[in-house]
């Protein structure tokens, strides 16, 4: 339930590392205003080229890798999304209340007492939903996607 926890916190940092990621892609050159005048490089296609001894990477290839990992980024966002939208489904009766909850612990980072005040419920009731929401999401395997978001980030 741990690993679930650590997911759900890593999921505002992979919003943030995404729009790092793009504001770093902006601000490389494609090779075509760089002003470099080498024949073999065609901007965005080819990782690397020979340049006497050694190997060159070309700056639209680092643009495109940054570019994929945003993407891939904004791709494990919609799946923990996905799975919390999926608790309504499963839990008919506090479905919605349990989603409510993980979405304000977790992905926006609300304090207890705003969670409490906001969907008025007790903080004994609020801790049930929670665990059973980890419980559920658990089950689910949210937790194996942590590696791949530490990568990211």
Do not use: W
Not at 65 to 81: F, P, S, V, W
């Amino acid at each position: 339930m741990k690993q679930v926890e650590k997911v759900l916190y890593l999921y505002r940092d992979l919003k943030r590392a995404s729009k790092r990621l793009r504001r770093r892609a902006c601000t490389i050159n494609d090779g075509i205003k760089s002003g470099y005048k080498v024949a073999d490089i065609i901007p965005g296609r080819l990782s690397a080229i020979c340049y006497g001894g050694g190997q060159v990477e070309s700056n639209a290839v680092i643009k495109d890798d940054l570019l994929r990992r945003a993407n891939r980024a904004d791709e494990l966002m919609k799946i923990i999304k996905d799975d919390i939208e999926e608790l309504k489904e499963e839990e008919p009766e506090f479905g919605e209340e349990m989603a409510k909850v993980i979405e304000l612990k977790y992905l926006k980072n609300y304090k207890n007492e705003m969670i409490e005040t906001e969907l008025a419920i007790s903080h004994t009731t609020m801790y049930r939903r929670k665990s059973k929401a980890l419980e559920l999401l658990e089950e689910k395997g949210l937790y194996s996607l942590y590696r791949e978001i530490v990568s990211i980030i």
